[in-house]
């Protein structure tokens, strides 16, 4: 979902579908294709580190792993006239090709169930899968993710993440500062304790880290 997100930010998507089921996945975004002749590599974890011969992409990395721990594995990538896809089955490649598109919307869908072979039976939360939805919107302003047909949607970012987190409970309104992608956003609150909510790569750091160490520093620095 951090890939279907980078397109949002590079100004090619403004909507994430995702379904999720008892047992698999499906994630769907209207960005740009993936051309047909890296749709296999990137998947299977080759070396094809550039898109269109311009951007750089890692992708493959994480989305490798996804494919070997898979017992089924479906990529399609829709560029307006025709559709690129590939199918794998436990890591290991089963078809690839073109087809007809249906419609003229571009982008990526992949489709995965994970192999219980490899990581056993399973039981999937669906809170925490909500939980991390409605993180991604909160750090993507005005991209809408729909999960299972429920939208999230944070027209204001960070602004909307410390009044959904602090509330009432707010000495005055946050402070909201804003610069093209970069969002600040901060109050005191009656609870009488600080906190800070940071995240890595769209996802919570709980446990802290570097940016949050030269955070308090700095703060400490600017009260004093």
Same mark, same amino acid.
């Given at each position: 979902?951090?890939? +279907?997100?980078?397109?949002?930010?590079?100004?090619?998507?403004?909507?994430?579908?995702?379904?999720?089921?008892?047992?698999?996945?499906?994630?769907?975004?209207?960005?740009?294709?993936? !051309?047909?002749?890296?749709?296999?590599?990137?998947?299977?974890?080759?070396?094809? !580190?550039? /898109?269109?011969?311009?951007?750089?992409?890692?992708?493959w990395i994480p989305r490798s792993v996804v494919c070997?721990?898979?017992?089924?594995?479906?990529?399609?990538?829709?560029?307006?006239?025709?559709?690129?896809? +590939?199918?794998?089955?436990?890591?290991? /490649?089963?078809?690839?090709?073109?087809?007809?598109?249906?419609?003229?919307?571009?982008? %990526?869908?992949?489709?995965?169930? $994970?192999?219980? +072979? /490899?990581?056993?039976?399973?039981?999937?939360?669906?809170?925490? &899968?909500?939980? &991390?939805?409605?993180?991604?919107?909160?750090?993507?302003?005005?991209?809408?993710?729909?999960?299972?047909?429920?939208?999230?949607?944070? !027209?204001?970012?960070?602004?909307?993440?410390?009044?959904?987190?602090?509330?009432?409970?707010?000495?005055? $309104? !946050?402070?909201?500062? %804003?610069?093209?992608?970069?969002?600040?956003?901060?109050?005191?609150?009656?609870?009488?304790?600080?906190?800070?909510?940071?995240?890595?790569?769209?996802? $919570? %750091? $709980?446990?802290?880290? %570097?940016?949050?160490?030269?955070?308090? /520093?700095?703060?400490?620095?600017?009260? +004093?």
């Amino acid at each position: 979902m951090n890939y +279907a997100s980078e397109e949002f930010l590079l100004g090619y998507s403004k909507l994430i579908d995702i379904t999720v089921t008892a047992s698999s996945f499906r994630i769907r975004d209207y960005g740009r294709s993936i !051309p047909y002749n890296g749709l296999v590599d990137l998947v299977s974890g080759g070396d094809w !580190p550039y /898109i269109n011969g311009k951007l750089k992409d890692y992708g493959w990395i994480p989305r490798s792993v996804v494919c070997a721990m898979s017992s089924d594995f479906r990529i399609e990538s829709s560029n307006g006239n025709c559709c690129s896809y +590939a199918h794998f089955k436990h890591g290991s /490649i089963m078809e690839d090709g073109k087809k007809e598109q249906k419609g003229d919307s571009t982008g %990526t869908c992949i489709e995965f169930t $994970p192999d219980t +072979a /490899i990581i056993g039976n399973y039981e999937l939360n669906f809170s925490i &899968i909500q939980e &991390i939805v409605q993180t991604y919107s909160y750090l993507h302003r005005g991209l809408t993710y729909v999960l299972n047909g429920q939208e999230y949607l944070k !027209p204001n970012g960070m602004l909307d993440l410390v009044n959904d987190k602090v509330g009432k409970e707010c000495l005055y $309104p !946050p402070v909201y500062l %804003t610069d093209g992608w970069l969002e600040i956003a901060f109050t005191h609150s009656i609870a009488g304790k600080g906190g800070i909510l940071s995240f890595v790569n769209g996802r $919570p %750091t $709980p446990s802290g880290g %570097t940016h949050q160490k030269h955070l308090k /520093i700095a703060s400490q620095e600017w009260y +004093a």
